[in-house]
């Protein structure tokens, strides 16, 4: 499926979940889809690590429903994390591995062994139990209300099959904000949902 | 392990629970078994064993946004594989981590493998500007909280260096 039309459906179907995104084009597709500046955390700075910083927050904010995009490359560099994200067993999160067996922030450089990567099969054998495998956007918008069922017990893994960024897409602006401002704009969108004081003063 | 391993094991938790620190990702070194099962059978805590210390960079860093405080524990090795992770994430978000590390290769460790962490651990923190302060006796883990605190106000990583003599419970 494409990448856009993906995050697009998605995006529709958000209630009041935050997300975190990943280095490269997950960022740039969410933000392009949604210019959503204060319940995204535009992770752009570091590969491999967008689900374990949002599983920090989940355990963090149980009430909050979190949304944790992840590239097949990045996840490529570090599969053993969903050892760690079964061992927490985080109801309140969601990793979407969007997998389009490229590295796409590197001009689409492809990645080792990427015909045959199977991640919901690695999910699985890690011991997640609720696993879904979308490969186009039929599948996407009549099985999402599974995903994001509320209180469903324990982690959720979704594949997302999608075509590579073309081009032009690969032109997509970046996310246009400086770490620090970013940082605030999601942490006081957090301490206003969740009345905790992340920074130890409130405005 | 000794009780006297085991006594600084449990002060080096009392001091994290006292700043408030409540999840704690860790990756095993020897000398820290005394810390790891002190925090790990402390109902304060969540431990959360993670499977490389680029993770604990991670969920230590999300925690910090929910206002949760955490504290990464790993040996000198595990340190030197994560600087990128720290880089990127602490530095360019300005997110502040605390870090308990081994001091491995100093003077007392006697494993040629670690080595490289004496000559180069200290050298790459200063290469990235992390403060560090070295702990090396018992009346040292009070300052862990300055240390900790120091984090939030400092807006970025520290760490904090055990020497083998306090972790193994060698030195009053």
């Known amino acids: 499926m494409n990448y856009l039309d993906c995050f697009r459906a998605i995006a529709r179907r958000r209630t009041d979940q935050v997300v ?15 210019h959503d500046s204060e319940a995204s955390f535009y992770l752009d700075a570091s590969m491999s690590l967008s689900t374990m910083f949002a599983s920090g927050l989940a355990l963090a904010q149980p009430a909050l429903n ?31 591995l969007v997998s389009n067996r490229v590295y796409g922030a590197t001009s689409n450089a492809e990645l080792p062994n990427f015909a045959d990567n199977d991640y919901a099969a690695m999910a699985h054998t890690m011991g997640l139990d609720r696993v879904f ?25 979704v594949v997302l099959e999608v075509e590579p960024f073309s081009q032009d897409e690969q032109k997509l602006e970046q996310p246009p904000f400086d770490g620090p401002e970013l940082k605030f704009r999601f942490g006081r969108e957090v301490e206003r949902r969740t009345g905790c004081s992340g920074f130890g003063y409130r405005l | 392990m000794s009780d006297r391993a085991s006594a600084v094991g449990h002060a080096i938790a009392e001091e994290l629970a006292r700043c408030e620190v409540k999840l704690v990702a860790s990756l095993p070194d020897n000398w820290l078994t005394g810390v790891i099962g002190a925090i790990d059978r402390d109902p304060r805590f969540v431990h959360v064993r993670v499977n490389r210390e680029e993770a604990a960079v991670g969920l230590c860093s999300g925690a910090y946004m929910g206002a949760l405080g955490s504290a990464a524990l790993m040996g000198a090795s595990g340190f030197m594989t994560v600087v990128y992770a ?27 493998h670690h080595i490289s962490n004496g000559l180069y651990l200290r050298p790459v923190l200063d290469a990235i500007n992390m403060p560090y302060e070295i702990m ?18 400092y807006a970025r990583p520290m760490a904090v260096l055990l020497t083998r003599d306090l972790l193994l419970g060698k030195t009053t």
């Open chain 1, 20 to 34: 975190v995104t990943s280095a490269g084009n997950s960022s740039q597709a969410w933000w392009a889809v949604t």
């Open chain 1, 66 to 96: 979190i949304w944790a995009f992840m590239g097949d490359g990045a996840f490529c560099m570090n599969p053993g994390m969903l050892m760690v994200e079964r061992q927490m067993n985080l109801r309140n999160l969601v990793h979407f």
């Open chain 1, 133 to 157: 495998d979308f490969r186009n956007i039929e599948e996407l918008e009549r099985d999402f209300d599974r995903v994001a069922l509320a209180n469903a017990p324990g982690h959720t893994f």
């Open chain 2, 86 to 112: 720290i880089t990127k994430i602490n530095y360019t978000y300005e997110i502040p981590l605390f870090m308990l590390l081994t001091l491995r290769g100093a003077i007392g460790d006697h494993h040629k």
């Open chain 2, 136 to 153: 090396g006796s018992p009346a040292d883990i009070a300052s862990i909280s300055r240390c900790y605190h120091y984090t939030r106000t």
